[in-house]
């Protein structure tokens, strides 16, 4: 079956540093990638999506790339402030099946 | 705010309760879910609607029931509830999940369950 891993459980990084929280998955017929935010006490929240036929695609100070070779997708996060802290999850999704995929999560911790 | 709200947004019961989750989503979305999260485990998904109609049910027990009368409104009924149910049960929507563009779920703030 399909699975997705995170490299790193935590992170932790210095405020103004730059973050890359990486995430592997199995399943090449996988399409459409998602990373998503989860603050405490909260619901997951949309950062950042990238379709199967691309392989960057930037925000406001997000920006996520995916090498469909390895099957690897990162997000990497400019300048972190003490407000990036959370969990991070990757989320995959295959149109055959309709559904989401999610990756355990790596917490990102922003010392100040 | 995300556009789906959850109520309640905590909730202590015993195993012989019985009680319900709330979920509304001011979006327009077709699509609802229900999830599951546990500490250091992936998001678990449990049902799925779509324009009303359940189209997935991952081998969830029968204590949990959802309930769909609507597109903006989800019901997640639970009754006989162990301990290894308590967690955070997440609610999502999205527009259309087997349309491409229109995939993404929101997800609402979660009921924290506890069950003793």
């Known amino acids: 079956g399909e699975s997705v891993g995170l490299h790193l459980p935590t992170l932790s990084v210095q405020e103004g540093d730059n973050s890359i929280i990486n995430c592997a998955y199995s399943?090449?017929?996988?399409?459409?990638f998602i990373w998503y935010k989860q603050e405490s006490g909260k619901g997951p929240q949309f950062i950042i999506d990238?379709?199967?036929?691309?392989d960057k695609r930037q925000g406001q100070r997000v920006t996520v790339l995916l090498n469909k070779t390895v099957k690897h997708l990162s997000l990497q996060i400019a300048a972190t402030q003490p407000g990036d802290s959370a969990v991070y999850f990757c989320?995959?999704?295959?149109?055959?099946?309709?559904?989401?995929?999610f990756g355990k999560g790596t917490k990102l911790s922003v010392k100040p | 705010e995300t556009g789906v709200t959850q109520t309640p947004r905590h909730l202590v019961m015993g195993m012989t309760n019985k009680k319900s989750l709330k979920c509304e989503q001011h979006?327009?979305?077709?699509?609802m879910y229900w999830y599951k999260q546990s500490a250091k485990k992936p998001l678990e998904l449990m049902f799925v609607?779509?324009?009303?109609?359940?189209?997935e049910n991952n081998s969830v027990p029968s204590r949990f029931s959802p309930e769909c009368p609507n597109s903006s409104h989800l019901f997640l009924h639970l009754h006989t509830l162990q301990p290894e149910d308590s967690a955070l049960y997440l609610c999502?929507?999205?527009?259309?999940?087997?349309?491409?563009?229109?995939?993404?779920?929101?997800f609402g703030p979660g009921t924290r369950l506890l069950v003793l």
């Open positions: 609607y779509n324009f009303k109609e359940q189209t």
């Open positions: 399943n090449s017929a996988s399409d459409y």
């Open positions: 999502a929507s999205s527009q259309d999940p087997r349309r491409s563009g229109d995939e993404t779920q929101y």
């Open positions: 979006l327009g979305h077709n699509a």
């Open positions: 989320a995959l999704y295959r149109g055959s099946q309709g559904n989401l995929i």
């Open positions: 990238i379709r199967s036929n691309m």
